[in-house]
């Protein structure tokens, strides 16, 4: 198995300073995360989801492209996926893949419908399906394979959920993001279960950890939960188990580290999940 990182966890470093600390820690691969940043936001100290550094911006030229490309080529990290954050509009998922070609990725993340209880599952499905047939057709054209993420708060948050909605399109095509720690929040099943159901569409995974933690701010005999982001090695998800299960189906993909732990800074982070990858991929 190979490694990879997601920049939106390095939203102080700016891809320029991640791609020679990639090299230097060990990893082999970069997600970009693909998002424009309003220029209100700028002014907000970095974080996460929202004045995120490690950002390429949807309005990137073509020069800008190529100068990440030869910085990526000079340290020998691949650009694996451009990330975005799609709805299901097939005219900005070209728009997308465009981008994602230029750079040579291997994916892009196609969007899935939220799930909030405002409006009906099956309509929500129904409109998934068809965009998704869409996407397709765009993914074949482009040479670069579209993902649906296993993801809390949307119709996909479990493997079970994904392998219907992919029912019936190409996985040479389009596949699915597996990600365990979001499945914290929900959509949990054994994951070689999932795995073994997902078959060829499981494409790419992403690591990273959370667990379930009493809400301090109840104030009556009721007790209340919510997910705290946590490290790989101290969350919910057994990664032991998982990698072994993953090697078990014979997947020799990417693993992708989203750490949203917030323990250390992002260079300390990206040691320390690479050591943790390391000491689990050496079980298998």
């Not at 490690?54 to 020069?63: A, G, M």
């Not at 009906?120 to 869409?134: C, G, P, R, S, T």
Request: with cysteine; glycine share 6%; net charge negative.
């Amino acid at each position: 198995m190979k490694y990879s990182v997601f920049s939106v966890m390095a939203h102080d470093k700016t891809p320029e300073e991640l791609i020679p600390m990639l090299k230097e820690v060990g990893y082999h691969a970069v997600e970009w995360r693909f998002k424009e940043t309003p220029e209100e936001v700028r002014q907000e100290p970095t974080s996460f989801w929202r004045n995120n550094y490690c950002t390429i911006d949807p309005d990137i030229s073509d020069q800008e492209i190529e100068e990440i490309k030869k910085m990526s080529e000079q340290y020998g990290i691949k650009t694996l996926s451009i990330t975005p954050y799609l709805q299901d509009n097939i005219k900005d998922t070209e728009k997308v893949l465009a981008v994602a070609q230029k750079f040579n990725a291997s994916f892009i993340r196609l969007g899935v419908p939220k799930y909030d209880r405002n409006e009906d599952f099956n309509q929500l499905f129904k409109n998934a399906k068809e965009y998704l047939k869409q996407a397709e057709k765009l993914c074949k054209q482009y040479g670069v394979k579209g993902l649906i993420e296993t993801h809390h708060n949307t119709i996909v948050a479990s493997a079970s959920a994904a392998i219907r909605l992919l029912d019936g399109l190409d996985p040479q095509h389009v596949g699915v993001l597996y990600d365990p720690g979001n499945m914290v929040h929900e959509g949990y099943e054994n994951h070689l279960l999932g795995l073994q159901l997902l078959g060829d569409y499981v494409a790419h995974v992403h690591m990273k950890n959370a667990a379930w933690v009493i809400d301090d701010s109840t104030k009556s005999d009721e007790v209340n939960w919510h997910v705290n982001w946590e490290s790989i090695e101290k969350g919910i998800v057994n990664w032991d188990q998982v990698i072994k299960d993953l090697s078990t189906v014979g997947y020799d993909g990417y693993i992708g580290i989203e750490d949203f732990s917030q323990v250390d800074d992002t260079k300390n982070t990206l040691i320390h999940n690479f050591n943790w990858l390391q000491k689990w991929t050496e079980n298998i």
